[in-house]
């Protein structure tokens, strides 16, 4: 099963008076959709965008293993545990929540920031583990990145025009794309749209131009 989202679908959010835009694919605060609540352990798929001196100010997590991935300009954290990290284009942070932490996301650069966080719920388990904090610096292309409390492992793709990207033949995949533009399968896919596979094999996304993949394999 191919399900194509649009990204002019997602609904919108944040405090634009604030400098803070918001673009949600799931079901989110005080926007409830019973419908779409969640793919697989995935739980949000936020394009985020804070301007200059904006950001979120300190609030808490607990059992949900949030990945960031910065499109334009540099994010700056902070948490309870005392972890730092001033994420730029190209690196992947992850923060697990496990049991409760609290952080701060600003914009502390001169130019607007851009990225796209993604939180997915973890494995069943007993007891919640100890959070946990992670940064990997200028992550390379087709390397992956294993989120292992929730299962999942991240693929960047940054695909020249005309070339081909294999699919994991995963139970669950989520495709984001970031920029460029593909098809899969018959579909156009554009910066923002995202594909939840399931049970897909042999699928293969096309660059009509030069793009940028999220690919989620997923349980």
Not at 21 to 27: D, E, K, L, P, V
Not at 37 to 54: D, K, Y
Not at 98 to 115: A, Q
Request: net charge negative; with cysteine; proline share 9%.
């Amino acid at each position: 099963m191919i399900d194509v989202r649009r990204g002019a679908d997602r609904h919108g959010g944040g405090e634009p008076a604030a400098g803070i835009s918001t673009r949600h694919a799931f079901s989110f605060g005080e926007h409830y959709d019973p419908d779409n609540l969640r793919f697989g352990p995935v739980l949000a798929c936020n394009e985020e965008t804070l301007a200059p001196g904006a950001g979120f100010d300190e609030h808490p997590h607990s059992h949900t293993e949030i990945v960031t991935w910065v499109v334009e300009g540099e994010l700056t954290h902070r948490d309870s545990t005392g972890a730092t990290g001033l994420v730029r284009p190209g690196d992947v942070q992850h923060l697990g929540a496990g049991s409760g932490i609290r952080h701060v996301e600003r914009n502390d650069g001169p130019v607007p920031l851009r990225f796209v966080q993604t939180w997915l719920a973890p494995l069943p388990s007993a007891d919640a583990p100890e959070p946990s904090y992670a940064l990997v610096k200028g992550i390379a292309d087709s390397t992956p990145y294993a989120v292992p409390a929730a299962g999942a492992v991240l693929h960047v793709r940054r695909p020249g025009a005309g070339e081909r990207v294999a699919v994991p033949a995963a139970e669950h995949v989520y495709v984001h794309v970031v920029r460029g533009d593909l098809r899969l399968d018959g579909e156009e896919l554009g910066p923002g749209d995202a594909a939840r596979l399931t049970g897909e094999k042999d699928l293969v996304l096309v660059a009509g131009s030069p793009g940028e993949l999220l690919i989620w394999e997923l349980p």
